[in-house]
């Protein structure tokens, strides 16, 4: 298994810009979710998925916008990128709601906003 | 709502010592779990412990253990034997049964250095 992918790893974008954070698990799992991570202020919750088909807002859903189309994708759009949006972004999975489920995490993708 | 307070930005041990990191908590759920999450320099999260709040024992994982403390609502690591592959960024966090149990709450983070 593969886990939870990421892609990319690293990126650039100017202010003004829109792109697409992918995430892709082979676990099957339920629950999908996206953190954003800045200096001393932990993980905070983006956007989450219970399954295909249905998403829900975070803490921080200004400016992202989510779909799940399918078990294993969840991709993160930006839609006009700001430099507030510049942050390190996680993806989560599990099998079921987070309520003491292990939470599995990929990479992360590091974005600067210019 | 939730909240996790990790009191330390940065603690240091040397190798093979004891070093405990600290954790508080509020919740007013009565059924939720903590956890310890280490994300060491390549960015990955990793679970390193979790402990239900209804089990009254401490959650033991090899050289990782807790102290949970209801009452008190306090959560803390205790790594023991440290190595230099335990390094890392520490997260306490917390989920709960109740209306937001689709997240974890995170604590700031510790940064654990361990100095050879």
């Known amino acids: 298994n593969a886990g939870v992918t990421q892609t990319p790893k690293f990126q650039v974008l100017k202010t003004g810009q829109s792109m697409t954070l992918q995430c892709a698990q082979d676990?099957?799992?339920?629950?999908m979710s996206w953190y954003r991570q800045d200096p001393g202020m932990g993980l905070r919750l983006i956007h989450y998925?219970?399954?295909?088909?249905?998403?829900d807002q975070g803490e921080v859903p200004n400016g992202y916008n989510v779909s799940r189309s399918t078990t294993e994708d969840f991709p993160l759009r930006l839609l006009s990128a700001a430099p507030s949006q510049t942050s390190v972004y996680f993806c989560a999975s599990s099998r079921g709601l987070v309520f003491g489920n292990e939470q599995f995490f990929g990479p992360g993708t590091r974005l600067t906003v210019l | 709502a939730q909240t996790v307070t990790q009191s330390q930005p940065e603690m240091s041990v040397q190798e093979a010592e004891t070093v405990t990191l600290s954790c508080t908590y509020d919740t007013s759920e009565s059924d939720y779990y903590l956890f310890w999450y280490k994300q060491p320099p390549s960015r990955q999260m990793i679970l390193v412990i979790r402990?239900?709040?209804?089990?009254?024992q401490n959650a033991t994982e090899n050289r990782f253990s807790v102290n949970f403390q209801k009452a008190a609502k306090s959560f803390s690591l205790k790594i023991s034997d440290s190595q230099l592959g335990d390094a890392a960024m520490y997260f306490c966090a917390s989920s709960n049964s109740g209306g937001s149990n689709y997240k974890l709450t995170f604590g700031k983070g510790t940064l654990l250095t361990v100095n050879p």
């Open positions: 676990m099957n799992h339920e629950y």
């Open positions: 402990q239900e709040a209804y089990k009254q």
């Open positions: 998925s219970v399954g295909a088909g249905i998403t």
